[in-house]
């Protein structure tokens, strides 16, 4: 009789184990926002997965890849959301949720906002889902950033960095 119960207690005790061994394990790219309420009133939310670079090499073994579009970031695609109308680069963006994904580019990255926010990366992008395209220069981040960043200050201004690449674009 003793033996009957020894048995269920033993698996019951390492299930119980290994979900909470499970859920201590941090996700390899865990989730982040960056929120700000710009100087024109309104509020930039961006919702994105940071990915690190751990020895690889941005644009060779890890994303973005030159020339492909980029979910920016990691996990789920980025989302980009704004309670007010504004101009991105100088162009109107309507209020709303957005898939933010890029192309990079040795000398200027693409930046697209796509109307289709809830997805899985990149993986079922449709360009013709587009609402907005801007182009804007890359340069070099003044430190190397380990841990894909994005940013967004009072100004307006959005900056991305990941490695040893900072890339901006004005939000007003």
Do not use: H
């Not at 989730?31 to 939310?45: M, N, Q």
């Not at 751990?54 to 980009?80: C, H, S």
């Not at 395209?133 to 340069?139: A, L």
């Amino acid at each position: 009789m003793k033996r009957s119960l020894f048995m269920p207690l033993v698996a019951a005790t390492m299930l119980i184990a290994g979900v909470a061994c499970a859920q201590d394990k941090k996700p390899a790219s865990p989730p982040a926002k960056a929120s700000e309420t710009i100087t024109s009133g309104a509020t930039i939310t961006i919702n994105y997965s940071q990915p690190s670079v751990k020895g690889r090499t941005i644009g060779k073994d890890l994303e973005p890849l030159p020339g492909k579009v980029w979910r920016t970031g990691a996990n789920e695609a980025t989302v980009f959301e704004t309670d007010k109308d504004i101009t991105v680069e100088g162009q109107k963006l309507p209020a709303g949720k957005y898939g933010l994904f890029t192309i990079a580019g040795d000398q200027e990255w693409t930046i697209i906002f796509n109307k289709t926010w809830k997805q899985w990366g990149a993986f079922k992008y449709n360009e013709a889902d587009d609402v907005l395209r801007v182009k804007v220069p890359v340069s070099k981040a003044p430190a190397f950033t380990e841990t894909f960043t994005i940013n967004i200050d009072k100004d307006g201004k959005v900056s991305l960095l990941w490695g040893d690449t900072k890339t901006d674009f004005a939000v007003k």
